[in-house]
């Protein structure tokens, strides 16, 4: 089950106690029961990790987003209030997520980052420098390095990887990445 409670920018109400998240239920219908493994949550957005039986672990999203955090194709921009699942990410066994108020990231089992939203110093990692990264997208300049745990700061993504190196990119304003510059640069 799932539950929330305080202020929900989607319907401008205040939850004083905990309430079920009763849509859950008549959202999957025949489908399988889901297990739920982690919710994180962004200033208008909820995004979880559901394992169904077969064990791969599947990215859900909802609420609101201008700027890409829905991770859906062609979305450009509203709400929805029915929990979807992202398709880009549907062939990959994801274990963690992290959102910020502008990006998301999400960790696959097999230790590769992907990232999306708003987030053009965060997304320099893809080879390119995107304004916006509407759908998932694979930080291919880790190569081969095996993540195992990832948070997002506003326009920063932090990874540790399984030798216990700790990987910055993103802008580096205030000395978020830790290595004495500002540039949006991958560094480890």
Known sequence: DIYFWGYLPLSSQVETEPQRFEDWDDLLGARARLEVVQVVLGPYHVAMVVCPPSGRGEVWVWGSSSIG??????????????????????????????CSMTNMCALSSAGHVYVWGENPSACVVLGTLLAVAPVPQRVVLLGDVRIVQVACGRHHIIALDEEGLVWVWGEGTDGRLGAGFEAARLTR
Do not use: K, N
């Open 69 to 98: 955090l829905l991770g859906q194709p062609g979305f450009t921009g509203g709400r929805t209030d029915v929990p979807t699942e992202v398709p880009a990410l549907s062939d990959v066994d994801i274990v963690q997520l992290s």
